[in-house]
């Protein structure tokens, strides 16, 4: 397997991951190193993920992808930021969040619009993008269990990655 191949796969593994870490933590089931360590593991992966794909990334709907992770890579500085220098949660670590909890949803049906509607992907991104309303509903008011909205982000999200790695080889 190339290094390339091996990498588009990680997102489908990690990115479930964090939501998880993230689930873990809000429910104190694990401490903040927990989310120190996610955010070591995405400074690391996202720019290696940006050098191994760029090229492939720079075709058709793909562009928009490499940009949802160009401006998701200065997201997860700012809140890596946050979270290390102790910058306060709601002006760096929300707006990642919610940034990484909404964003890929609509790009994901947005894709699926430029792929003329591909069922799975359209699926994927309607679950992923409610999933991210209501993480950003619970993060603002708390009307809405936390759960729900880390569950459907972690289904939509692997799936849309999982189903555009299969449109691509």
Do not use: C
Request: charged share 10%; net charge positive; glycine share 10%.
């Amino acid at each position: 397997m190339k290094l390339q191949e091996a990498v588009s796969y990680l997102p489908a593994l990690l990115i479930p991951l964090a939501w998880l870490v993230t689930l873990l933590h809000n429910y104190e089931l694990v401490g903040l190193r927990s989310i120190e360590i996610m955010h070591i593991v995405m400074l690391v992966f996202l720019p290696l993920f940006l050098y191994v794909g760029w090229e492939r990334l720079n075709k058709g709907v793909l562009k928009i992808w490499r940009n949802v992770i160009v401006a998701g890579l200065m997201f997860t500085v700012l809140g890596s930021a946050g979270i290390f220098y102790n910058l306060g949660a709601s002006l760096t670590f929300f707006p990642e969040l919610i940034y990484w909890a909404i964003v890929p949803g609509i790009a994901t049906v947005y894709t699926s619009w430029k792929a003329e509607w591909n069922n799975n992907l359209l699926y994927s991104g309607l679950i992923g993008t409610v999933g991210g309303i209501l993480f950003t509903t619970y993060i603002y008011t708390g009307l809405v269990p936390l759960w729900v909205g880390v569950v459907l982000l972690g289904i939509g999200q692997k799936y849309s990655i999982l189903t555009a790695i299969r449109m691509d080889n």
